[in-house]
């Protein structure tokens, strides 16, 4: 059964996220050899755990790419990303087939954090579309219909939960 | 081409004849021509500029990102179309998308056609054709747009009719392209839907020369009086009319009246959105509410005693608003009608009656002089039996309300904003309104927090309660829209913007639909008014410049001049006077370059991409107007950052500036192709924040053509405002360094570091130009 997105009106189509839980992201991400991380605007709750998963996206030679204002919020932190893109210029670079970093081998993993709702979901709907090859997951707790999978909602220390459940297990 | 004179009479008797069905047709009358050199596309079809939108489009490819899945616009659907399947028809999901755009910017044109088509109108029949065109002093080309698409120079009102017919016709034509079973390419869809662009920005101008001439107001003056802004500059005691809308016409007639009547100083007249903007052009004891988001909740606070409204981004459910507090709407236009009886042939006391009853919640009126009669009077009628009822809850009511709250959380997943509601009602419920109060600002006033609430608590209502001590205080000032920028401020700073010694001209304008609060507009625009750039801004953005003051209590109207030059902040007026903003590109094109505007739209276009610096701004955008002026400023070759609630119009126009094949020009001294770099970078971009968008902005006002001075200056404000805004040097810097003589003294050091780790090579600044035609010497 499908999840009703956290925007309820944003029904995109027949073709939607399954519910992301924490097992099932761990084998997505221990199945991943070449992630690519894009991290946007996030919420304070969501600040300590995504200094976690960025350095478990690091550890496993995954990509990272800060969006402006995510790069700003980790600049007292010392965390730095391997690339500074927008939101829009990312997955525009993705669209047009964009799929590795100069050495290293192609993502097989988009994972989106952040950015507002409304912004993620358009640019997953771009990836939905244009580029068909790529794996798509949102980590936020926000439902995002048009990701393969996605958090169904839950309350913050929920969230928090499960992700920490994923953190020690990745 | 000229203008076609049809006339009808039914009977005509003189002594020597007697006819019936008496017809006369003239084919044609000239227009007053403009006397110099015509360009290759005078009233153009698209096909006449599709050359010109592919080349566009070949440097600026569409960047999709579908709102839906599917297509539902006729009965074969709903039709999947995700990830290359096609419907019915035979489209794929790129068309389709190009397709809604392309509506998007019919509607949007059709609305400043239609608005500019009412004033014409209007105007004609109460003044005559002849009422003489002056944009002001100082200003020769008095229709920038006007000329360089239909190549004509209009002297009266009446001129201009010929190019809204041609805006009329045009519209048609592309519109016909959307019906199933038509255009099936998507770059054909967006070659139409930059055309639509184009005709908008000729629409636009229409419309305003029409009010500023018909109206007097103010003329290219960079000291337009200054207008009071915000909730607390109206005086209450007084019966209050409220005009919410685009078109002037009613709001003008009702001062008119008071004006007449002497009535002036005891009724207060105010309004929200642009149709305030043009009142205050007209008379500046109008008063200025804000924008779009406040018409709701200024409802709410009881203060109107009767609502006008006339035409484009008016609430639909203002009628139900109006009723709950006892206030009667007076419907203008054809276009918005509530379902209202028509009273414009009812007496107007009897109509004053109705509304005082109760028993005539609204009325159309399709006559502006009635309205005028009919509005003062039922304000002056319904204050005293009104008391300024509001619904606003009580100080009782509003604790009742957030205790029945049970944070089920569904205020806050219909909110377009994402709104913690259901936290700060917690909070509420814990004695701390804070929270509550914070919402204001961020709150866009669209209610649908309300009718999914299953307590039926007036969310709204609660976050307006919460702020009303400090809103009903709020006072701020906004220079009147001055209309034009004469062609003296253009030949004064037009050497300093190509050059780049002036950095950029930046056009902020758009809607209300923000990512956060207002307060963003007045913060982008100081940092770059402080930094020397020229800021134009219309609409509601302009409202939202004057929302804040700075330590001394001024605004950013009163902090910087209003004149057309470095740190100058310019009201050009409502949305229709967009028009002028892309009326001073081109004029710098005209009378610095002195290139020829007549008819000659591709070269005046190409000029501007790859030599005037200057970049749009639409941070609240949200309507489809909003996509058809975007898309107008993009086809005369000005890029636009748009706020992220601008991923939903669905497309961008994205360089890529890794691929040195998309930065091939022409340099028209010796016609070799030739490689500028990426800029301007992209056409249309959606920024996801102002750390994105503040620095971005500054990089698309770089230009192939700056000078090495200018180019200096350029960079200079684009590596400190990455290092302010994102905390980084840019990593790109090494495109738009075209030899050691671009480099910033300031950050020499950094840049030559940079360099050294590209493979970095000088590049020689050409004369650049899309444009073959325009190689003064071609290639051997």
């Known amino acids: 059964m499908s999840v009703t997105p956290w925007q309820i009106a944003n029904v995109p189509g027949h073709i939607v996220a399954k519910k992301l839980k924490a097992e099932k992201l761990v084998e997505i991400l221990k199945e991943s050899a070449h992630p690519l991380l894009i991290v946007g605007k996030l919420e304070d709750y969501e600040l300590e755990i995504a200094k976690t998963f960025i350095n478990k996206i690091k550890e496993k030679d995954g990509t990272v790419v800060f969006t402006p204002i995510a790069n700003k919020t980790f600049l007292e932190d010392g965390i730095k990303p391997d690339m500074i893109l927008g939101l829009t210029e990312v997955t525009s670079k993705l669209s047009r087939g964009w799929r590795n970093v100069e050495g290293k081998e192609s993502f097989d993993l988009l994972i989106y954090f952040g950015g507002y709702y409304y912004h993620q979901s358009q640019m997953l709907s771009a990836i939905k579309h244009y580029a068909t090859d790529l794996k798509k997951i949102s980590l936020n707790r926000y439902h995002q219909p048009n990701a393969d999978y996605s958090f169904a909602n839950p309350r913050e220390q929920r969230w928090l939960k499960e992700m920490k459940t994923v953190l020690e297990s990745i | ?780």
């Open chain 2, 1 to 780: 081409m000229g203008r076609k004179i049809k006339a009808k009479m039914g009977k005509l008797e003189i002594p020597a004849l007697r006819a019936e069905d008496f017809e006369i047709s003239i084919g044609s009358l000239v227009t007053t021509e403009l006397d110099e050199v015509s360009g290759p596309t005078p009233f153009p079809k698209v096909e006449d500029l599709r050359g010109w939108d592919f080349k566009l489009l070949k440097r600026y490819p569409m960047f999709y990102a579908p709102f839906t899945d599917s297509c539902e616009l006729c009965t074969f659907g709903k039709c999947d179309l995700t990830a290359g399947k096609r419907g019915a028809c035979g489209i794929d999901t790129s068309a389709q998308q190009g397709r809604i755009i392309l509506l998007a910017c019919c509607i949007g044109v059709s609305c400043h056609a239609a608005h500019g088509r009412h004033l014409l109108d209007y105007y004609i029949e109460k003044y005559g054709r002849n009422i003489p065109i002056s944009m002001g002093e100082g200003v020769n080309i008095e229709a920038p747009v006007t000329r360089l698409v239909c190549g004509i120079k209009p002297e009266t009102i009446g001129d201009l009719e010929e190019p809204m017919e041609y805006v009329e016709e045009q519209i048609t034509q592309l519109l016909a392209a959307v019906h199933t079973g038509q255009e099936g390419s998507a770059l054909d869809f967006e070659s139409k839907a930059l055309h639509a662009g184009m005709l908008d920005l000729l629409a636009m101008e229409l419309a305003d020369i029409v009010q500023i001439a018909a109206l007097g107001f103010p003329k290219a003056d960079p000291e337009a009086p200054l207008i009071e802004l915000g909730y607390g500059v109206i005086n209450v005691e007084k019966p209050v009319i409220l005009c919410v809308g685009h078109n002037v016409a009613p709001g003008a007639e009702i001062m008119d009246y008071l004006e007449t009547m002497g009535q002036e100083d005891n009724i207060e007249v105010c309004a929200i959105c642009c149709t305030a903007i043009d009142m205050s052009r007209y008379r500046k004891t109008a008063k200025v509410v804000g924008s779009m988001s406040h018409q709701l909740k200024f409802i709410r606070s009881g203060v109107p005693d009767v609502v006008v409204v006339d035409e484009q981004c008016i609430r639909a459910n203002i009628p139900e608003e109006a009723a709950k507090i006892g206030a009667p709407v007076i419907a203008t236009t054809a276009k918005v009608c509530y379902g209202f009886p028509d009273m414009t042939e009812e007496d107007p006391d009897k109509i004053v009656e109705g509304f005082a009853s109760g028993k005539l919640p609204g009325a159309v009126i399709f006559d502006e002089e009635k309205v005028g009669e009919v509005a003062v009077k039922t304000a002056l009628k319904l204050a005293p039996l009104r008391q300024k009822k509001k619904t606003i809850p009580s100080d009782e009511e509003f604790k009742e309300f957030i205790d029945l709250c049970i944070e089920c959380g569904r205020c806050r997943r219909v909110c377009p904003n994402d709104l913690k509601i259901p936290y700060a009602m917690k909070a509420g419920k814990e004695g701390d309104y804070e929270p509550l109060a914070k919402l204001f600002d961020h709150c866009l006033g669209c209610l649908r927090c309300e009718q999914e609430c299953p307590k039926d608590i007036p969310i709204m209502g609660l976050i307006t309660k919460a702020d009303e001590r400090r809103t009903k205080t709020l006072k701020f000032k906004m220079r009147a829209g001055r209309g034009a920028i004469s062609d003296v401020e253009i030949r004064a700073v037009g050497s300093a913007i190509v050059l780049g010694e002036i950095p950029g001209v930046l056009g902020v304008v758009g809607c209300m639909n923000y990512p956060e609060t207002e307060q963003d507009v007045p913060n982008l625009i100081r940092e770059f008014a402080r930094r020397r750039y020229i800021i134009t801004t219309s609409g509601c953005a302009a409202m939202d410049t004057g929302w804040q003051l700075n330590e001394e209590g001024q605004c950013l109207y009163e902090e910087y001049p209003g004149d057309f030059d470095a740190s100058g902040i310019v009201n050009v007026g409502s949305c229709v006077s967009n028009s002028n903003i892309a009326g001073a590109a081109i004029k710098i094109a005209a009378i610095f370059a002195r290139r020829p505007l007549k008819n000659n739209f591709e070269e005046i276009a190409d000029y501007i991409l790859h030599r005037v610096g200057a970049c749009g701004v639409a941070w609240g955008a949200m309507s489809q107007k909003a996509a058809s002026i975007a898309t107008g400023f993009n086809r005369i070759g000005v890029p636009v950052v748009i706020g992220p609630h601008g991923s939903k119009y669905r497309r961008s126009f994205m360089g890529d500036k890794d691929d040195d094949s998309k930065w091939q020009v022409f340099n028209a001294r010796t016609g070799e192709k030739t490689y500028i770099g990426p800029a301007p970078e992209h056409l249309l971009y959606p920024a996801e924040s102002l750390e994105e968008a503040v620095p971005l902005i500054a990089k698309l006002c770089i230009r192939a053509n700056d000078t090495t001075k200018g180019r200096q200056i350029k960079l200079a404000h684009y590596v400190d405002l990455h290092k302010r805004y994102i905390g980084t040097f840019p990593d790109d810097i090494h495109y738009f360094v075209r030899s050691e003589s671009d480099i910033p003294k300031t950050v020499m050091h950094e840049i030559q570091e940079h360099l050294a780790k590209f493979d970095w090579k000088p590049t020689p600044i050409p004369d650049p130009t899309l444009l073959e035609r325009l190689v003064r010497k071609p290639k051997t």
